[in-house]
């Protein structure tokens, strides 16, 4: 966490989750970043997301770190705004598709591995949503 990405961590603390639109070009990007990825202007501005998306691409990790389970499920979710993230998949890899709809979702974890200054800090994992 920077003072710059703190307005991202206090809204997934409400629940809410923010990503950056710009005036310059009108596109919305993650992560959050003083200057536009697509037309390098700084006149950004936060706004929330729907939340909703769907997958664009996701993997298994067969072998993870310590203290990590292995089997984890990770993806590329597009969301509805269109900025595309990693995120945590928290469905069986099998009952997985390639555009099936999820919604970001604010979860707690109670972790083994130190996350440093955001170890009390919700994080978000994307469930899959039914259609
Ligand atoms: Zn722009």
Redesign the pocket.
């Known amino acids: 966490m920077t003072s710059y990405t703190e307005p991202f961590w206090s809204a997934l603390e409400e629940g809410r989750f923010l990503i950056h639109g ?1 005036d ?2 009108e ?1 919305a990007f993650f992560p959050p970043s003083p200057i ?1 990825p ?2 390098h ?1 700084t006149d950004v501005r936060w706004e929330e997301a729907s939340g909703e998306g769907r997958i664009h691409t996701y993997t298994r990790q067969h072998t993870t770190a310590a203290d990590f389970e292995d089997g984890i499920v990770v993806g590329v979710v597009e969301l509805a705004e269109g900025p595309r993230l990693l995120a945590g998949i928290d469905a069986r890899y099998e009952a997985l598709s390639i555009d099936d709809p999820v919604d970001l979702e604010v979860r707690r974890y109670d972790q083994a591995f130190d996350r440093g200054r955001l170890a009390d800090s919700p994080f978000y994992v994307a469930t899959v949503r039914s259609e």
């Open positions: 710009c310059g070009c596109e536009c697509h037309c202007s």
